[in-house]
């Protein structure tokens, strides 16, 4: 069966500061979130991945890119528009300390199944289109070959949730902090989850379930 690793990018900036980035362009890791994902890359340093898969935005691709230079493996990186951030859509770019205050909040909290972001996508979407991209990435693979994708916090936990049988209005119980490594195998349409929101650097988890995946 393939193995599937699932590392969330970094901390960025926007992490630290509260900010719900989105698709914004220009959020790169911060120090301490280039610092996690040079701890990540030695943990994985040993793993042949047949796969890496990064989600477009800057914070995955340097995440991807500094976990596979220090690869034995070196091997290349991807892009999959299916892993990229939720779409926020007027969300984006917004403190989490302003956005509580919207009157979606609640609704985003306790029932996120029946929202669709201003200007953006529904978690509905998100979760099918990372689902379909991790499914069609692993049929083209061996049943002892590895993928990686580097994606976002809210994506990763919305798949986890969806494999752990939850419902999606459960997916705000799942942590993923920055840099974490989350490791699945499937076989056909059969998900086993192995780990979740494995942590290989010193930094304190950020046991938060805010949107965006928190402070880290």
């Known amino acids: 069966m393939p193995t599937v690793y699932l590392v969330r990018h970094g901390r960025t900036s926007a992490n630290r500061k509260g900010i719900l980035a989105g698709r914004t362009k220009g959020v790169d890791l911060d120090s301490v979130g280039l610092n996690q994902a040079l ?5 994985l340093s040993s793993i042949k991945f047949n796969k890496v898969i990064s989600s477009p935005m800057q914070r995955c691709k340097q995440t991807a ?10 091997p290349k ?5 299916s892993f990229n951030e939720c779409n926020y859509g007027d969300w984006s770019n917004k403190k989490l300390s302003t956005l509580r205050r919207n009157r979606l909040w609640k609704q985003v909290q306790e ?14 979407q998100i979760l099918d289109r ?7 990435e692993v049929s083209e693979l061996k049943k002892d070959q590895n993928l990686l994708v580097v994606s976002h ?4 936990r919305i798949f986890i949730a969806d494999s752990f049988g939850l419902h999606l209005d459960q997916f705000q119980k799942i942590i993923i902090d920055p ?5 699945l195998t499937i076989n056909g349409l059969d998900i086993s989850i192995n780990s979740v929101n494995n942590r290989l650097d ?10 965006g995946g928190g402070k880290g």
């Not at 840099?179 to 490791?183: D, G, K, L, R």
């Not at 010193?202 to 949107?211: C, H, P, R, T």
């Open 39 to 43: 701890e990540v890359s030695y943990g």
């Open 77 to 81: 990186v991807s892009i999959n528009e």
């Open 111 to 124: 029932k996120p199944s029946l929202v669709t972001f201003p200007n953006g996508e529904s978690f509905i």
């Open 65 to 74: 890119s500094i976990i596979v230079k220090n690869n034995k493996f070196h």
């Open 202 to 211: 010193k930094f304190e988890s950020s046991k938060s379930s805010d949107l």
């Open 153 to 156: 916090g809210d994506p990763i």
């Open 179 to 183: 840099c974490s490594i989350s490791i």
């Open 130 to 136: 990372f689902k379909k991209a991790i499914f069609q």
